[in-house]
């Protein structure tokens, strides 16, 4: 996940080591920024958390309305690296 890339971007730091690549999961607001920054933390695999609570809602319903629904809803997941940072922006969540 992302807050243990970060740790990672840390260490590597603290160790001078630029010569490693880090990636992260989630698509953090931080993640975000070091990417956006040009440093070595260079991608995140990323889902919408509104998207998934979009599909949440919808299924809670189906269920209240005692409907058949979906046990395995999949989301929508990307990669975000320094060419599409900007289109998520670094200030909050996708």
Do not use: H
Not at 78 to 92: C, E, L, R
């Amino acid at each position: 996940n992302d807050p243990t890339a970060l740790g990672a971007l840390a260490a590597c730091k603290a160790a001078n080591r630029t010569n490693i690549l880090i990636y992260g999961v989630d698509g953090s607001p931080e993640a975000k920024a070091e990417i956006a920054s040009g440093s070595q933390f260079v991608g995140s695999g990323a889902q919408s958390p509104i998207s998934i609570g979009v599909e949440s809602v919808k299924l809670a319903y189906q269920v209240l309305k005692g409907e058949a629904y979906e046990k395995r809803v999949p989301v929508q997941t990307f990669m975000i690296n320094k060419d599409n940072v900007a289109q998520y922006g670094t200030d909050g969540w996708q």
